[in-house]
């Protein structure tokens, strides 16, 4: 980014609201606009300068973020009538931060691509709290040159940058990251209710799963020192992960709590261990077992680090 650049900001709800905030506290020169007027005022109350229209802000603007709820209104900001390709020039950069299809993201940045407009998808990570802050997590796929330039800009929102790649794999990592971060919170919420039903204490259960990889410390611990790099060896064994998750899935069953992903895991889980010589190997090795359902070669650590930029 040179100093001199103009950023321009559009949606400013829950999380852009904050996000635009930082950066006019932070001295960057922001022209904003959302169809809701009140956001608005309260960033030109706090510095910022409103537009009329998303064209306006294209026209004010070298560097324009995007933070809109969902794909059909990003392709519509985008690309629609009014939107940003018709008012775009040679030069300009757009930052998408939404979470949305990555066919969406495909599609907007190969369309601004054709107008020379550059494009960079920069989702978000943490919570509204944490934009408030400026302490978000940004995952940003985009070229070398665009990330240089609007490194700053998502320093005064945030405090951990991560370049995923080319434009596209930011979404695409966020994507991962939810998968995860929302499929545990409905097994948390599984296991809480059966320990909730065993009647246990519920300080020193949230203790004991603290301090064991049920926190899923598996993707920091065991999986890249097992899986990751090849070593299926036990390790506890597949065959012993579908005997404790039907033990788990069985007493549920009779203390009336429904398990429904538990369930579900203790198929997939039974599978495995039918499949060749799974049941023998580490529970880490349901990755490979997927992997071969899916017709994928499993991904190993020492293959497939970080693109090189
Ligand atoms: P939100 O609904 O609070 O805000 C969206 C804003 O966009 C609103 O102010 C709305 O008026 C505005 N808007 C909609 N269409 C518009 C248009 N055509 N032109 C201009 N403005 C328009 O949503 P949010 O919580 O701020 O989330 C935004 C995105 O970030 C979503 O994709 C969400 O999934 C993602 N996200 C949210 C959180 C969170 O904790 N809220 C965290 C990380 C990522």
Same mark, same amino acid.
């Given at each position: 980014?040179?100093?001199?650049?103009?950023?321009?900001?559009?949606?400013? !709800?829950?999380?852009? &609201?904050?996000?635009?905030?930082?950066?006019?506290?932070?001295?960057?020169?922001?022209?904003?606009?959302?169809?809701?007027?009140?956001?608005?005022?309260?960033?030109?109350?706090?510095?910022?300068?409103?537009?009329?229209?998303?064209?306006?802000?294209?026209?004010?603007?070298?560097?324009?973020? @995007?933070?809109?709820?969902?794909?059909?209104?990003?392709?519509?900001?985008?690309?629609?009538?009014?939107?940003?390709?018709?008012?775009?020039?040679?030069?300009?950069?757009?930052?998408?931060?939404?979470?949305?299809?990555?066919?969406?993201?495909?599609?907007?940045?190969?369309?601004?691509?054709?107008?020379?407009?550059?494009?960079?998808?920069?989702?978000?990570?943490?919570?509204?709290?944490?934009?408030?802050?400026?302490?978000?997590?940004?995952?940003?796929?985009?070229? !070398?040159?665009?990330?240089? &330039?609007?490194? /700053?800009?998502?320093?005064?929102?945030?405090?951990?940058?991560? *370049?995923?790649?080319? /434009? !596209? @794999?930011?979404?695409?990592?966020?994507?991962?990251?939810?998968?995860?971060?929302?499929?545990?919170?409905?097994?948390?919420?599984?296991?809480?209710?059966?320990? &909730?039903?065993?009647?246990?204490?519920?300080?020193? @259960?949230?203790?004991?799963?603290?301090?064991?990889?049920?926190?899923?410390?598996?993707?920091? @611990?065991?999986? /890249?020192?097992?899986?990751?790099?090849?070593?299926?060896?036990?390790?506890?064994?597949?065959?012993?992960? *579908?005997?404790?998750?039907?033990?788990?899935?069985?007493?549920?069953?009779?203390?009336?709590? /429904?398990?429904?992903?538990?369930?579900?895991?203790?198929?997939?889980?039974?599978?495995?261990?039918?499949?060749?010589?799974?049941?023998?190997?580490?529970?880490?090795?349901?990755?490979? *077992?997927?992997?071969?359902?899916?017709?994928?070669?499993?991904?190993?650590?020492?293959?497939?680090?970080?693109?090189?930029?």
């Amino acid at each position: 980014m040179t100093a001199m650049e103009r950023i321009g900001f559009i949606g400013l !709800g829950a999380m852009g &609201r904050p996000m635009a905030s930082n950066l006019v506290r932070k001295g960057f020169a922001l022209t904003v606009f959302d169809v809701n007027p009140a956001p608005v005022q309260a960033l030109v109350a706090a510095g910022a300068k409103a537009a009329k229209s998303v064209a306006d802000v294209v026209e004010g603007a070298d560097i324009v973020f @995007t933070m809109l709820p969902d794909s059909p209104d990003v392709e519509a900001v985008a690309l629609g009538e009014g939107g940003i390709a018709g008012a775009g020039r040679d030069g300009l950069l757009v930052v998408d931060m939404s979470t949305v299809d990555p066919a969406t993201t495909d599609k907007v940045a190969a369309a601004l691509g054709e107008k020379g407009v550059g494009f960079a998808d920069a989702p978000v990570g943490r919570l509204v709290m944490h934009a408030e802050r400026g302490e978000s997590l940004f995952m940003v796929g985009a070229s !070398g040159n665009d990330f240089g &330039r609007i490194r /700053p800009l998502l320093e005064a929102m945030g405090t951990t940058i991560h *370049h995923c790649g080319a /434009p !596209g @794999t930011g979404i695409r990592t966020k994507l991962v990251n939810n998968y995860i971060a929302i499929a545990v919170c409905q097994i948390d919420a599984e296991a809480f209710a059966l320990a &909730r039903a065993f009647g246990l204490d519920l300080a020193t @259960t949230l203790d004991v799963v603290n301090g064991t990889t049920a926190t899923n410390g598996h993707l920091k @611990t065991a999986w /890249p020192n097992k899986v990751l790099v090849g070593d299926t060896a036990p390790g506890f064994k597949i065959a012993l992960a *579908h005997k404790d998750m039907s033990l788990g899935v069985e007493a549920a069953r009779k203390a009336g709590v /429904p398990v429904f992903a538990g369930a579900a895991i203790r198929e997939c889980l039974g599978l495995a261990k039918g499949s060749g010589d799974f049941a023998g190997r580490d529970f880490s090795a349901l990755l490979d *077992h997927v992997c071969s359902l899916a017709g994928l070669s499993p991904p190993r650590l020492k293959e497939s680090g970080p693109e090189k930029k």
